[in-house]
C-alpha cells in the first residue's frame, strides 16, 4: 500500500509558476511510475504529466508541454510537478497517482491515489 499526499497548491495569477509535491509513504516509490492528473469542475479526470521509475523519461499532455515539468527525487519519496505560464484554463484539482506498471497516460492504469490539492490560475 502506498498513501500520497499532495502540497502546493494555491491561489496564483495568470502567467506564474506553482510547485507541487507529492509525498509518499508506505512503500518505496522507486518502485512505481508517477504521473499528475487534474480535474476541473464539471469535468473529466485528464492526464498531465506522468514519469517513469528511475526518472529517465517523461510524458506530457499537448495542453501542458512547455509549460510544465514533471521530476521525482526517489531519494526522498517525492515526486514534483512545476508548473509555468500557468493559464486559466490551469485551475483544477491536481492528483498525483503511482503505478506498478509502466509510465502511462490511463488512470485506469495508475493502483494508488492522493487526495488531491486545488490549484486556482486567475486571469
Known amino acids: 500500500q502506498v498513501q500520497l499526499v499532495e502540497s502546493g497548491g494555491g491561489l496564483v495569477q495568470a502567467g506564474g509558476s506553482l510547485r507541487l509535491s507529492c509525498a509518499a509513504s508506505?512503500?518505496?516509490?522507486?518502485?512505481?511510475?508517477m504521473g499528475w492528473f487534474r480535474q476541473a469542475p464539471g469535468k473529466e479526470r485528464e492526464f498531465v504529466a506522468a514519469?517513469?521509475?528511475?526518472?529517465?523519461?517523461?510524458n506530457y499532455a499537448d495542453s501542458v508541454k512547455g509549460r510544465f515539468t514533471i521530476s521525482r527525487d526517489n531519494a526522498k519519496n517525492t515526486v514534483y510537478l512545476q508548473m509555468n505560464s500557468l493559464k486559466p484554463e490551469d485551475t483544477a484539482v491536481y492528483y498525483c497517482?503511482?503505478?506498478?506498471?509502466?509510465?502511462?497516460?490511463?488512470?485506469?492504469?495508475?493502483?494508488?491515489w492522493g487526495q488531491g490539492t486545488q490549484v486556482t490560475v486567475s486571469s
Open positions: 514519469i517513469n521509475r528511475r526518472g529517465s523519461s517523461t
Open positions: 497517482a503511482a503505478s506498478g506498471g509502466t509510465i502511462a497516460t490511463m488512470t485506469a492504469l495508475y493502483d494508488y
Open positions: 508506505g512503500r518505496t516509490l522507486s518502485n512505481y511510475a
